[in-house]
Structure formats: C-alpha cells, structure tokens
C-alpha cells in the first residue's frame, strides 16, 4: 500500500442531491460504488495527493450512523491495520456462530447484523450472538452500538435466519 495516511469521510457518498463528496471525489481520483450488502451500500476510496506531495487514502463512507459503523470495521479498520504494520486480513476473519434469534434479511445483499458475541463456556460449544437491537440492521439505529463487539454476517441468498441457524461472524 503505498499510502502512509488516511483519512474517511461519512455523508455525502450516495446518489441524493446534497451528496457533495461524490461530486468533489469523482473529479480527484476517488471511485464510488454500491456494495451489495446492508447496511452499507455506497462507498468510495482512493488516492489522493497532499499539497506536500504525500499519498493519502481516503475512504468515504455513507452517512447513517450504522452504516458508518458497519463500513468503518469492513473497510477502513483493516486498511489502518496495514498501514500501520498489523495484518488487517485477521481482523476479518469469521468465526462460526449461532443465534437463538431468527431475523429477516434482504434478498441479494450481504447483511452485516451488530450483535453482542458471548463466548462458549468449552472448546466444543458454538459461540452465541444476539442482535442489539430487536429491529436488527436498520442504518439508523444507533441507540444500541455501544455493546456490539461482533457483526453477524448473513449471506447474500438468505432471507430469513431461523432461530439457532449457523452463522459466520467478525469480531469488532
């Protein structure tokens, strides 16, 4: 990566009228996306040069508050970790999870649930996760995000997870 700072942005990534940061990022070298996943959907990177010549990465993230959240431990958090000499693939890693709660998801889009992870008692147990909040991944429900310590990750062509269903999970 040849980048040695990093800066983000949050709002103003999207396709609404007051989305500044895409109109100022585009003309700069900055790439906006959908990512099919929720929350989370549009988000932009790239290079962009200092006035002192230095390369800074910038992430521009979507402006909801859970949105953020979500995109900022997928994205950003893995790209600080290797700037900074730490392997960010490892902060990614899943681990195999169950809920005793079921939830719907969206058709097509990968949904990344915040959830309180509790650690098994024994080796041979599955860790458990519970949403935070009862709505599920909703980009505007903040309320609940001081307790998460996992994103549930729920694949792309599911649409309801049963109760007790098995998951994958990354620790935040």
């Not at 585009?26 to 230095?54: C, I, S, T, Y």
């Amino acid at each position: 990566m040849r980048a040695k700072v990093a800066s983000s942005t949050s709002g103003g990534v999207s396709a609404g009228a007051y989305d500044v940061v895409k109109e100022v990022g585009l003309g700069q070298g900055v790439e906006f996306v959908r990512v099919a996943m929720q929350p989370g959907k549009p988000q932009g990177f790239g290079v962009l040069q200092a006035a002192d010549g230095r390369d800074v990465l910038l992430a521009t993230l979507p402006g909801n508050p859970v949105s953020v959240f979500v995109s900022f431990h997928m994205f950003v958090r893995p790209i600080l970790a290797e700037l900074t000499g730490r392997d960010g693939h490892e902060l990614l890693r899943p681990i195999v999870v169950t809920s005793p709660n079921g939830w719907r998801s969206p058709a097509g889009k990968r949904q990344l649930v915040p959830v309180v992870l509790s650690e098994p008692d024994g080796p041979e147990q599955t860790p458990v996760v519970v949403p935070t909040h009862r709505l599920g991944s909703r980009s505007h429900l903040v309320a609940s995000l001081h307790s998460v310590n996992a994103l549930a990750i729920v694949p792309e062509d599911v649409t309801s997870v049963e109760p007790w269903s098995i998951l994958t999970a990354i620790r935040v």
